[in-house]
């Protein structure tokens, strides 16, 4: 039973650049988050999305982030004219439900922005 | 606002000793508490969760203490391990669905 999947693990991006990081939720799941993590921090919760809806993006940066779970395919989070301070690591987790249900999360994509 | 803190940045232990990470929450409307573990370079393990109805849960080793009188929250590991060094973070979730996380506790255990 796969667990969440990420990729890139790792992403280099010079200013200005875009990022793509895409979260294949765990079998059965349909809900996921974005989380984003600078080092020796805690995560800090971005969005969460259900298939083809965005249900809460109060944590997402008003400009240059974006998000999308289609019906078919990964869940993208996307980040335009990235800037250094983007650097960090962002994570995505899954749960079955969005009530009631552990969320289970990937190993990560670390982004450094040169 | 909101918040999750933890009280000890760092907590050293020897190999067989019980270890207590202690975390504090500020919002007394959370409903779900989680603990996970977080390895150099890997995403955050999932321990260990309970709900506000609760005030003790045991899993293997482990153990989850909820007090929503003074809204403090500790996680309990018995006999632990080199295996369970790591960075340990309480989560507070609100309806399930976003977590706010705390900045962590490192644990270290010596041999």
């Known amino acids: 039973n796969a667990g969440v999947m990420q990729n890139p693990r790792h992403l280099v991006r010079r200013r200005g650049q875009e990022a793509r990081l895409r979260c294949s939720p765990m079998k059965g799941h349909s809900h996921v988050y974005w989380y984003r993590q600078l080092p020796e921090e805690g995560l800090k919760f971005m969005v969460y999305?259900?298939?083809?809806?965005?249900?809460?993006e109060s944590g997402m940066p008003k400009e240059r982030f974006s998000a999308e779970f289609p019906k078919e395919g990964p869940s993208i989070l996307r980040i335009q004219q990235v800037v250094r301070g983007d650097s960090a690591a962002y994570f995505c987790a899954s749960s079955r439900s969005g009530s009631g249900d552990t969320q289970y999360f990937g190993p990560g994509t670390r982004l450094t922005v040169l | 606002g909101e918040s999750v803190g933890l009280h000890l940045p760092t907590l050293s232990v020897q190999e067989g000793d019980n270890s207590i990470i202690n975390c504090a929450y500020s919002?007394?409307?959370?409903?779900?508490f989680i603990w996970y573990k977080q390895e150099s370079g890997k995403g955050p393990q999932f321990i260990i969760d309970i709900r506000s109805n609760m005030d003790k849960r045991q899993g293997q080793r482990v153990t989850v203490l909820l007090n929503k009188t003074v809204k403090h929250l500790s996680l309990q590991i018995a006999a632990t391990q080199p295996g369970d060094s790591a960075v340990y973070f309480c989560?507070?979730?609100?309806?399930?669905?976003?977590?706010?996380f705390g900045t962590g506790t490192r644990l270290l255990v010596s041999p």
């Open positions: 999305l259900q298939k083809e809806n965005i249900i809460d």
């Open positions: 989560a507070e979730g609100t309806g399930f669905q976003k977590l706010v």
């Open positions: 919002n007394s409307a959370s409903d779900y």
